[in-house]
């Protein structure tokens, strides 16, 4: 007997070839994001509101529903469409310029109004398609095109942790930060993304789910080289796991 | 024929509440045309406020008038004020109690002297001294005929019936003041 | 006969809007209509709508967007230096095809100008609400009545063209009090048809292989030929173009005015005519499109002076005026700005000034 253990997600558009860069993991991403609605049998209630730039890019990718939410406004525009719409599944997905920089005060007031939608956060510390520039959470000493001599924080100021910027707040839901460069991690974002997908399901609330990925591109390394620095010095300063869980069985 | 009113006081003196209750109660008791225009300062506290109303047979044009018919002062600062707004032949109406009659260094308007804080302290309602006052000017006026107001103010105050009986008294006690003020 | 009820005008705009089947409405704090934000707050759960009040004007129109992406009717309001913060949700709702209404309650100007009435937005609303040099319908209420009858159609306007559309008021209008019959409320049948009419490119999930793309531009290419099908809509707004002619028959001398400003004109044109100076009026009811055509096509050997009456300095709508009259007669202004209003004296001082110096 022949038994499927593997097939492709219909939240992908059949027959596309990825076009992001070698080592980047937004289209690991897109994968699970698309699993998981499958899983809840939910991929024709999907909504997903994405940034711009290398988010913007997986308009190209995506079986359902989409709007592109101007730089930084996604968590507004997705409170406008679940408030409108409140049995559809919406998340909004972000880089780390789009909502730590230009979107704080659309994250965090949407959050803080637990707004009960679900932020897909890809955090790569870089600006991707606009050429490498300086993000806010961009590490101390790392080069960017508008810090050539690297980040430096007495005039750059310090990486910002979105996921404890918001661990500040009461209503937000659940916060977990996890990465996709091993299975394991891949596994756990699977997790992480369903877990959040079914506390919206559940009426619960605002959730984050913050993906520490590479960028090898703009960090001007191989994906292996990316792979390592994305444990060695990523990890450390934006360390994984669940940084709050309401609805952890305690 | 449109008619200008400007009411100014103190934030606190019901001036708003009396342009409103005026204004209103023409929209729903006649035909007339009626307009009300609020104005604030930037204080929500202890600022002046005024507003104005204007009442027309004929499509109303600003809401606002710097050569108003009519002029109501609650108190000096809006006296020194808006005194070169009235026109001549106005009628300015003042709150005798705290403005100073002698203040009124004009002699081509008519001058209507009604001493509301005073009347709504002895009456023991000090917060009628705007539904005094209304009923001085629509006496003076004509305005609108007393019914109006009257039923505007058993509208107004639906909800809260207790209300209606001595704001309607104040309200005739005004008329009394200005009806001796017009025969003067 | 609908029932008389005197109104401010804020307040009448949010009843009429959730009378037209607003059903969503985002808004940010700012004087002078606070009171549009204030009764949508109470009217919305009264009928089983949304309020939100955004965190700044740019969450407020990006929840506008989001919103009416659903095929919800939806509206936000702010006014003058809030409005600039909107240019980019209103030029990404005109990229993506979004019908929204918005309104403006203007204010003195520019920066953070005055809270009292102006009209200093004429340009940026008629001309250039956001980048990429796109159109709006925007309506210019002139009377309480107005704001109510124009804030009712900019939905069916909106939905009609999928696009955003502008109520352009101000000050005066959004806080003085007039009497005002109300339109019928859209019933929840009506209400969903609409929303059902929309499913098609509404962003709120769909089966495989139907899915929604609602795109302000981006990657994937193809906008030259979205804007020039946009431009194919703009070119039917010929019939859009809406503007009052008052006592314009035999007059001599015009007056030109939208908003708070025409009603003033209309009254200094009565006064005119009393005083036996054949005036009248032209006011767009639409400022875009503007009715360029009421002035190009006047009687020159008549009409000896154009009285543009606007509560903007420097004039803003003279430009418009200008360009359809090119340099046929005189046009004179009456002008008000930064918070200080317009009256009936001033513009009748000026209208006599005009007429002593042209007839």
């Given at each position: 007997m022949e038994k499927q253990v593997y097939k492709k997600t219909l939240g992908v558009l059949p027959n596309t070839v990825s076009g992001f860069c070698p080592g980047c993991m937004h289209s690991?991403?897109?994968?699970?994001?698309?699993?998981?609605?499958?899983?809840?049998?939910?991929?024709?209630?999907?909504?997903?509101?994405?940034?711009?730039?290398?988010?913007?890019?997986?308009?190209?990718?995506?079986?359902?529903?989409?709007?592109?939410?101007?730089?930084?406004?996604?968590?507004?525009?997705?409170?406008?469409?679940?408030?409108?719409?409140?049995?559809?599944?919406?998340?909004?997905?972000?880089?780390?310029?789009?909502?730590?920089?230009?979107?704080?005060?659309?994250?965090?007031?949407?959050?803080?109004?637990?707004?009960?939608?679900?932020?897909?956060?890809?955090?790569?510390?870089?600006?991707?398609?606009?050429?490498?520039?300086?993000?806010?959470?961009?590490?101390?000493?790392?080069?960017?095109?508008?810090?050539?001599?690297?980040?430096?924080?007495?005039e750059h100021g310090y990486p910002i942790h979105m996921c404890e910027v918001l661990n500040q707040l009461t209503a937000p839901y659940y916060l977990e930060r996890v990465s996709c460069d091993t299975p394991q991690h891949v596994i756990a974002?699977?997790?992480?993304?369903?877990?959040?997908?079914?506390?919206?399901?559940?009426?619960?609330?605002?959730?984050?789910?913050?993906?520490?990925?590479?960028?090898?591109?703009?960090w001007g390394l191989t994906p292996i080289a990316a792979l390592d620095f994305l444990r060695d010095k990523m990890f450390a300063e934006f360390p994984l796991g669940v940084i709050r869980d309401k609805g952890a069985v305690k | 024929m449109e008619r200008n009113l400007m009411i100014a006081g103190f934030g606190g003196q019901g001036v708003m509440t009396m342009g409103k209750l005026l204004a209103e109660a023409t929209s729903e008791s006649t035909d007339l045309q009626v307009s009300f225009f609020p104005s604030y300062g930037a204080a929500m506290r202890g600022g002046t406020a005024n507003c104005y109303v204007v009442i027309s047979d004929d499509e109303i044009g600003a809401p606002v008038s710097n050569n108003l018919d009519d002029l109501v002062v609650m108190n000096g600062p809006s006296l020194r004020k808006f005194?070169?707004?009235?026109?001549?032949?106005?009628?300015?109406?003042?709150?005798?109690?705290?403005?100073?009659?002698?203040?009124?260094?004009?002699?081509?308007?008519?001058?209507?002297?009604?001493?509301?804080?005073?009347?709504?302290?002895?009456?023991?309602?000090?917060?009628?001294?705007?539904?005094?006052?209304?009923?001085?000017?629509?006496?003076?006026?004509?305005?609108?005929?007393?019914?109006?107001?009257?039923?505007?103010?058993?509208?107004?105050?639906?909800?809260?019936?207790?209300?209606?009986?001595?704001?309607?008294?104040?309200?005739?006690?005004?008329?009394?003041?200005?009806?001796?003020?017009?025969?003067? | 006969m609908s029932e008389r009820v005197f109104m401010k005008g804020c307040e009448a705009i949010a009843e009429a809007a959730t009378r037209a089947g607003c059903r969503f409405f985002a808004g940010y704090p700012i004087t002078p209509q606070n009171e549009i934000p204030e009764y949508f707050a109470r009217r919305m759960?009264?009928?089983?709508?949304?309020?939100?009040?955004?965190?700044?004007?740019?969450?407020?129109?990006?929840?506008?967007?989001?919103?009416?992406?659903?095929?919800?009717?939806?509206?936000?309001?702010?006014?003058?230096?809030?409005?600039?913060?909107?240019?980019?949700?209103?030029?990404?709702?005109?990229?993506?095809?979004?019908?929204?209404?918005?309104?403006?309650?203007?204010?003195?100007?520019?920066?953070?100008?005055a809270i009292q009435p102006a009209q200093q937005d004429y340009l940026q609303a008629t001309k250039a609400s956001g980048n990429g040099g796109f159109r709006m319908l925007v309506l210019a209420p002139a009377t309480v009545q107005e704001c109510v009858d124009m804030t009712y159609r900019a939905f069916d306007l909106a939905a009609k063209y999928q696009n955003p559309v502008l109520v352009l008021t101000d000050g005066v209008m959004g806080t003085m009090m007039e009497p005002v019959e109300l339109p019928p409320m859209k019933s929840d049948e009506e209400l969903a048809e609409l929303k059902a009419a929309y499913h098609y490119r509404a962003v709120v999930g769909h089966p495989l292989g139907e899915a929604v793309f609602c795109r302000p531009?981006?990657?994937?290419?193809?906008?030259?030929?979205?804007?020039?099908?946009?431009?194919?809509?703009?070119?039917?707004?010929?019939?859009?173009?809406?503007?009052?002619?008052?006592?314009?028959?035999?007059?001599?001398?015009?007056?030109?005015?939208?908003?708070?400003?025409?009603?003033?004109?209309?009254?200094v044109v009565k006064a005119l005519r009393k005083e036996g100076i054949k005036a009248g009026m032209i006011r767009p009811i639409k400022v875009s499109p503007f009715p360029y055509e009421a002035f190009d096509k006047l009687d020159f050997d008549r009409v000896k002076g154009i009285l543009n009456v606007e509560m903007?300095?420097?004039?803003?709508?003279?430009?418009?005026?200008?360009?359809?009259?090119?340099?046929?007669?005189?046009?004179?202004?009456?002008?008000?700005?930064?918070?200080?209003?317009?009256?009936?004296?001033?513009?009748?001082?000026?209208?006599?000034?005009?007429?002593?110096?042209?007839?």
């Open positions: 690991t991403v897109h994968k699970l994001i698309g699993e998981v609605a499958e899983d809840l049998g939910y991929l024709d209630k999907l909504v997903r509101v994405e940034g711009v730039g290398c988010c913007g890019l997986g308009q190209l990718y995506v079986s359902h529903d989409s709007t592109i939410a101007a730089h930084g406004r996604g968590c507004a525009v997705a409170t406008g469409i679940k408030r409108c719409t409140p049995e559809s599944l919406v998340y909004t997905y972000q880089g780390d310029g789009d909502l730590a920089s230009i979107g704080m005060a659309e994250t965090i007031l949407a959050a803080n109004r637990g707004e009960n939608f679900t932020v897909i956060f890809v955090n790569n510390c870089i600006y991707g398609m606009t050429g490498g520039q300086m993000a806010p959470t961009t590490l101390i000493g790392m080069k960017s095109t508008t810090t050539p001599k690297g980040r430096n924080p007495e974002t699977r997790k992480a993304i369903k877990k959040a997908f079914q506390y919206q399901l559940e009426g619960k609330g605002f959730s984050m789910v913050e993906i520490v990925t590479s960028c090898p591109t703009n | 005194l070169p707004n009235l026109k001549p032949g106005g009628n300015l109406f003042i709150n005798s109690t705290i403005v100073d009659r002698a203040e009124v260094k004009r002699d081509d308007i008519r001058v209507i002297e009604a001493p509301v804080t005073q009347m709504a302290l002895d009456i023991k309602n000090e917060r009628a001294l705007n539904v005094l006052m209304l009923g001085v000017y629509v006496a003076v006026t004509d305005a609108v005929p007393e019914d109006v107001i009257i039923k505007g103010i058993e509208h107004k105050f639906e909800a809260k019936p207790h209300l209606i009986a001595p704001n309607v008294d104040a309200f005739k006690m005004g008329i009394e003041v200005g009806l001796k003020e017009k025969a003067k | 759960p009264e009928v089983g709508g949304v309020f939100v009040q955004g965190e700044s004007e740019v969450a407020s129109v990006n929840m506008l967007y989001g919103a009416a992406s659903t095929g919800t009717r939806a509206m936000s309001s702010s006014s003058s230096c809030g409005i600039s913060l909107y240019s980019e949700g209103v030029s990404y709702m005109n990229a993506a095809r979004i019908p929204a209404v918005y309104v403006n309650v203007q204010r003195g100007g520019p920066g953070i100008g531009g981006g990657i994937g290419g193809g906008w030259e030929e979205i804007n020039k099908e946009t431009v194919k809509m703009y070119e039917t707004w010929d019939s859009e173009v809406e503007y009052e002619e008052f006592m314009m028959d035999d007059a001599e001398i015009v007056l030109a005015a939208y908003g708070i400003s025409a009603r003033i004109s209309r009254y903007s300095i420097p004039a803003q709508m003279k430009w418009d005026i200008e360009y359809a009259v090119h340099g046929r007669c005189p046009i004179a202004e009456s002008l008000r700005s930064g918070g200080e209003l317009l009256t009936n004296d001033q513009v009748l001082a000026a209208a006599r000034a005009l007429a002593k110096e042209v007839l």
